[in-house]
């Protein structure tokens, strides 16, 4: 018997403590090494005041274990309470979610029998950066982060996984012909990474046509990776037209850390009742032990798991009229799963775990940093009237000490000088300064000015270029 590896344990809501106890089970049963400390985290916590769904001390267990394998938790609806979810991945620096979606034709009603794809979703940044402002009465705003560092990561994991797990292309989706910068960025280092791994075939869609190829193709495609809130929609989108979001796990890695779950929610109408698939769960555990040195124990209860899907043992979700043969809650698909180990599927191909020890993957190392000249500045003022040329006849007067007011728009679309009469104004527009080699005295200076004129400063951006290429973006009809 190998050493016991420490894990930590959450039971979470919902059906979580029911799939969760069917999962310890099975990978009892099937001999896995475990030192298992259990935490409290989710519903139960949030209700007690603690609107982060997670005890000080349940960081300890993780930050010892480094090991997290988490049921589904419920985050109470309305304002104040974070997703646990997102807390936990950002403070273990989990990066990369891994969700690979299968379809098990024909024991598991799918349209797309030949489906195997898997979705490298990055985790930290993009708009789940959860960074918004309530910019005038009138607008919210949200950034969407997209850092170098973060896609390199993210990329070349994609890269690395495709080469362990003897995959033969990696797909990128982005929206780089809208979101030029941000998801330009993104396609750029894709580019560049992939030109490292010239045995892999690589290709690149605009996510919107990529995601409509997905739900209709998805046998075209293998791993794909994308920024975090296209992997987030598409990969619940390729698991259930895999199957079924019952049937999917997910792993979220880190340099440090490691999170496996299911991939779906706590789903609290099924709670209680011994009907919910611990598949997913079950799936994410099966990720947990090849990261933890067991993939021999994962084999084997993945093909006992292949095996009691094809003798028709099906949970609810995907019962069939004629195809499954007997109807089992969570418990007994447990008992039946146990009861297979050391089968074999008979039709569907045997899992295969590979033994090798996966290398780390490779850090990015940063790039030395480009050049950078301020050259002006955008300032956001609050204008209630919503009319900008009487604006610009005001914040004109701001003009000078070498920085001159050159453009304004509203909401990304230019409408100073000559708008067109059709765009609709909010009350926030963007005011645009620009000048030759600027100071930071410079843009304090033209804010005092801006600020004795009684307007309303909101937010206020920098603008330079790097390397002498611009950064920032023109407005739409610039
Ligand atoms: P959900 O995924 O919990 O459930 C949607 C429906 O899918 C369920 O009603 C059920 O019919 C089906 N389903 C899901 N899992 C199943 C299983 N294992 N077996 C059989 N059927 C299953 O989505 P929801 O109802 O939108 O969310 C419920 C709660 O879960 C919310 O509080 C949400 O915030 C939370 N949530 C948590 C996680 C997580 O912890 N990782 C992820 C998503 C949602």
Same mark, same amino acid.
């Given at each position: 018997?190998?050493?016991?590896?420490?894990?930590?344990?959450?039971?979470?809501?919902? /059906?979580?403590?029911? /799939? %969760?106890?069917?999962?310890?089970?099975?990978?009892?049963? #099937?001999?896995?090494?475990?030192?298992?400390?259990?935490?409290?985290?989710?519903?139960?916590?949030?209700?007690?005041?603690?609107?982060?769904?997670?005890?000080?001390?349940?960081?300890?267990?993780?930050?010892?274990?480094?090991?997290?394998?988490?049921?589904?938790?419920?985050?109470?609806?309305?304002?104040?309470?974070?997703?646990?979810?997102?807390?936990?991945?950002? %403070?273990?620096?989990?990066?990369?979610?891994?969700?690979?979606?299968?379809?098990?034709?024909?024991?598991?009603?799918?349209?797309?029998?030949? %489906?195997?794809?898997?979705?490298? *979703?990055?985790?930290?940044?993009?708009?789940?950066?959860?960074?918004?402002?309530?910019?005038?009465?009138?607008?919210?705003?949200?950034?969407?982060?997209?850092?170098?560092?973060?896609?390199?990561?993210?990329?070349?994991?994609?890269?690395?996984? #495709?080469?362990?797990?003897?995959?033969?292309?990696?797909?990128?989706?982005?929206?780089?012909?809208?979101?030029?910068?941000?998801?330009?960025?993104?396609?750029?280092?894709?580019?560049?990474?992939?030109?490292?791994?010239?045995?892999?075939?690589?290709?690149?869609?605009?996510?919107?046509?990529?995601?409509?190829?997905?739900?209709?193709?998805?046998?075209?495609?293998?791993?794909?990776?994308?920024?975090?809130?296209?992997?987030?929609?598409?990969?619940?989108?390729?698991?259930?037209?895999?199957?079924?979001?019952?049937?999917?796990?997910?792993?979220?890695?880190?340099? &440090?850390?490691?999170?496996?779950?299911?991939?779906?929610?706590?789903?609290?109408?099924?709670?209680?009742?011994?009907?919910?698939?611990?598949?997913?769960?079950? &799936?994410?555990?099966?990720?947990?032990?090849?990261? /933890?040195?067991?993939?021999?124990?994962?084999?084997?209860? &993945?093909?006992?798991?292949?095996?009691?899907?094809?003798?028709?043992? &099906?949970?609810?979700?995907?019962?069939?009229?004629?195809?499954?043969?007997?109807?089992?809650?969570?418990?007994?698909?447990?008992?039946? =799963?146990?009861? *297979?180990?050391?089968?074999?599927?008979?039709? /569907?191909?045997?899992?295969?775990?590979?033994?090798?020890? *996966?290398?780390?993957?490779?850090?990015?190392?940063?790039?030395?940093?480009?050049?950078?000249?301020?050259?002006?500045?955008?300032?956001?003022?609050?204008?209630?009237?919503?009319?900008?040329?009487?604006?610009?006849?005001?914040?004109?007067?701001?003009?000078?000490?070498?920085?001159?007011?050159? %453009?304004?728009?509203?909401?990304?679309?230019?409408?100073?000088?000559?708008?067109?009469?059709?765009?609709?104004?909010?009350?926030?527009?963007?005011?645009?300064?620009?000048?030759?080699?600027?100071?930071?005295?410079?843009? =304090?200076?033209?804010?005092?000015?801006?600020?004795?004129?009684?307007?309303?400063?909101?937010?206020?951006?920098?603008?330079?270029?790097?390397?002498?290429?611009?950064?920032?973006?023109?407005?739409?009809?610039?």
């Amino acid at each position: 018997m190998p050493t016991p590896v420490p894990i930590t344990v959450a039971h979470g809501d919902g /059906i979580g403590p029911e /799939i %969760m106890a069917a999962t310890l089970h099975i990978l009892k049963e #099937a001999g896995a090494a475990l030192e298992i400390d259990t935490i409290e985290v989710g519903e139960k916590v949030y209700l007690t005041g603690n609107t982060s769904g997670i005890a000080p001390s349940s960081w300890d267990s993780l930050r010892r274990t480094k090991v997290f394998l988490k049921a589904p938790i419920t985050t109470p609806q309305g304002g104040g309470y974070k997703s646990l979810n997102v807390t936990t991945r950002k %403070m273990l620096g989990l990066y990369a979610n891994i969700r690979p979606c299968v379809s098990y034709h024909p024991f598991v009603r799918t349209k797309h029998p030949g %489906m195997d794809v898997v979705i490298v *979703r990055e985790n930290e940044e993009d708009l789940y950066a959860g960074i918004e402002y309530q910019s005038t009465p009138d607008e919210i705003v949200a950034l969407k982060v997209i850092s170098r560092p973060g896609s390199e990561k993210i990329v070349r994991y994609a890269f690395e996984y #495709a080469m362990q797990y003897k995959r033969k292309k990696v797909t990128c989706f982005t929206k780089d012909n809208i979101l030029k910068m941000t998801d330009g960025s993104f396609h750029k280092i894709y580019d560049e990474i992939s030109a490292e791994y010239p045995s892999l075939e690589k290709e690149h869609w605009i996510v919107d046509i990529g995601a409509a190829k997905l739900a209709d193709t998805p046998e075209a495609f293998d791993v794909i990776v994308m920024p975090n809130l296209y992997g987030d929609v598409l990969s619940d989108v390729a698991a259930q037209i895999a199957g079924s979001v019952g049937l999917a796990g997910s792993s979220n890695i880190g340099a &440090h850390a490691a999170m496996f779950e299911a991939i779906h929610g706590s789903a609290p109408r099924r709670a209680g009742q011994n009907l919910a698939n611990p598949s997913g769960l079950l &799936h994410g555990a099966l990720l947990m032990l090849v990261h /933890i040195g067991q993939p021999d124990v994962g084999e084997r209860i &993945h093909n006992a798991w292949l095996r009691t899907l094809e003798d028709g043992v &099906h949970t609810y979700d995907i019962f069939q009229e004629g195809l499954s043969k007997q109807k089992v809650g969570t418990k007994e698909f447990a008992q039946a =799963v146990v009861s *297979r180990l050391g089968q074999k599927p008979q039709t /569907i191909k045997a899992a295969e775990y590979s033994t090798t020890p *996966r290398p780390p993957i490779k850090l990015p190392t940063p790039k030395p940093a480009p050049k950078a000249d301020l050259v002006g500045v955008d300032v956001y003022i609050e204008w209630p009237s919503r009319e900008p040329n009487s604006l610009a006849a005001v914040i004109g007067k701001a003009s000078g000490d070498g920085l001159t007011l050159e %453009m304004m728009a509203n909401r990304g679309v230019k409408v100073w000088p000559e708008g067109s009469p059709q765009t609709l104004c909010t009350d926030n527009f963007r005011c645009r300064f620009l000048g030759s080699s600027v100071t930071e005295k410079q843009i =304090v200076a033209l804010l005092d000015r801006i600020g004795g004129l009684k307007l309303p400063i909101g937010m206020t951006v920098s603008l330079r270029n790097y390397d002498g290429k611009a950064g920032f973006t023109l407005a739409q009809g610039q």
